[in-house]
């Protein structure tokens, strides 16, 4: 392909595209296909010969689409939101034919800065504590990771890194390997099983601090653990407080567990992953107090920000922390600079409160956990086993899309805005559908229990 043709065809994929998201409300929201299904469709070995710009495309349609979540559709109400924009898309355009790769400032130095400038603003935009911004002298800086996930790892390793030379600058004899087996790192038991993940990657071990009626970490039970584990010999090194579970969007409470943190040396991170794009509404900016505590701050702007997958936003007070742990100097990699200190749409939130509403007039079922911003937990009154057919029942319909959790040994279904198109009638219309499952649930529930009086 060249300059030419490139031309030509960009117009064509752009044409492609925007017919695709102008279309997309038409398309079936979950996919109709068995695992596997995919390999006899095309060929088991790459192609000798090329195929036309045409056959590609038409492949697409009638292979690809047909096994597409589509999760920009206005009826995708499952995990959370992954955000896409025209702008976006044009920026990613422009990023590929640059083609940078920017891991240190000599290797390209607009991208490194312009980096280090915009998570500035982010930083502002959430009126983040100044010790968490680059500025021009600033000990602080934001960095984009992939994910979330690989936000609390970096944050754990640096935490490990600097714990460790910590304890070896005061006891020189103590081996790492001495130390590693005694460190410890604590989560809400609500918190992403990536923090799990975490502790698994860098070997130490990670404890669940038991939630509260909200399912909230609170000062109480962490405090409890702390003392539990150092009077047992163990070393305390890591917390992760989560603002806005994956499971209900329930807030481990900062201004709580931050000074306990604080006090006993620990390193705090605060994954924010799905909430954090609210904090920049300041109706919702409260959710964050408490952030002053934190070593390191994490957010996901690809979930709420319109900006495509994958831009993960995570903010030191130190940096030297992270480049301290993980700074390696080939001669390569060597240059001048080495230490140069380098909007959304809200109405995500409303469009949950309106289905919370409709969810509260119907008898037949209860709100599970405290609706704060874009997701609902609900289910069913009854048993786990009446819920889970419920959303079999939804899923295999096919009409709207949604996934469960699991709340308390409760079997629960959310329902999370995720489509920028969304609106009312799209959750109203789900808001019927579900309903419509629900009775024949019911009914059959019904039918059952008389088949067996009888």
Not at 119 to 126: E, I, Q
Not at 127 to 139: I, K, N, S, V
Not at 243 to 252: E, N, P
Not at 303 to 330: I, Y
């Amino acid at each position: 392909m060249n300059a030419s043709e490139f031309r030509r065809r960009g117009k064509e994929m752009v044409d492609y595209m925007a017919d695709y998201l102008e279309g997309i409300e038409g398309r079936q929201v979950f996919p109709d296909v068995c695992p596997g299904y995919l390999r006899s469709l095309i060929p088991t070995t790459a192609p000798q010969e090329p195929e036309t710009f045409e056959a590609i495309i038409e492949d697409v349609e009638k292979i690809i689409m047909p096994g597409v979540t589509h999760w920009h559709s206005p009826y995708f109400f499952a995990y959370f939101p992954t955000a896409s924009s025209y702008p976006a898309m044009l920026a990613d355009m422009l990023c590929g034919a640059i083609g940078c790769i920017g891991f240190s400032w000599a290797a390209s130095p607009a991208c490194t800065e312009l980096e280090t400038v915009m998570m500035d603003w982010l930083g502002k935009m959430l009126q983040l504590p100044e010790a968490f911004l680059a500025g021009e002298a600033g000990e602080g800086g934001g960095v984009i990771q992939g994910t979330a996930s690989e936000a609390t790892l970096v944050a754990l390793l640096a935490a490990r890194t600097k714990v460790t030379r910590h304890l070896q600058a005061a006891s020189p004899e103590l081996t790492q390997a001495a130390i590693m087996e005694k460190l410890v790192a604590y989560a809400s038991d609500q918190a992403h099983s990536s923090v799990e993940k975490a502790g698994l990657i860098g070997g130490v071990r990670l404890k669940a601090i038991p939630s509260d009626g909200k399912f909230a970490m609170r000062a109480s039970a962490l405090q409890e653990a702390l003392e539990r584990d150092k009077a047992a010999g163990l070393i305390p090194f890591f917390v992760v407080a989560t603002l806005g579970t994956t499971s209900c969007c329930s807030f481990d409470n900062l201004l709580e567990v931050g000074p306990i943190c604080h006090e006993e040396g620990l390193w705090l991170h605060v994954d924010a992953a799905y909430a954090g794009s609210a904090f920049i509404c300041p109706e919702f900016r409260h959710l964050l107090n408490g952030v002053e505590f934190a070593d390191s701050f994490n957010f996901n702007p690809h979930k709420w920000l319109l900006v495509n997958f994958d831009c993960s936003a995570m903010w030191v007070k130190k940096r030297t922390d992270l480049t301290g742990a993980f700074r390696l100097d080939p001669v390569y990699l060597r240059h001048s600079h080495q230490d140069s200190g380098l909007i959304t749409d809200y109405r995500h939130v409303q469009l949950a409160h309106a289905f919370e509403a409709l969810v509260r007039q119907d008898a037949r079922f209860e709100i599970c956990a405290e609706v704060t911003l874009g997701l609902v937990c609900f289910r069913l009154k009854g048993s786990n086993k009446l819920n889970e057919a419920l959303l079999e029942s939804i899923n295999s319909a096919k009409k709207i899309h949604l996934v469960p959790c699991s709340l308390r040994d409760r079997f629960v279904l959310r329902f999370a805005i995720c489509s920028r198109t969304v609106e009312l009638a799209h959750v109203q219309l789900a808001w019927e559908h579900i309903r419509e499952m629900a009775a024949a649930v019911l009914r059959a529930q019904g039918e059952e229990k008389a088949e067996i009086k009888n």
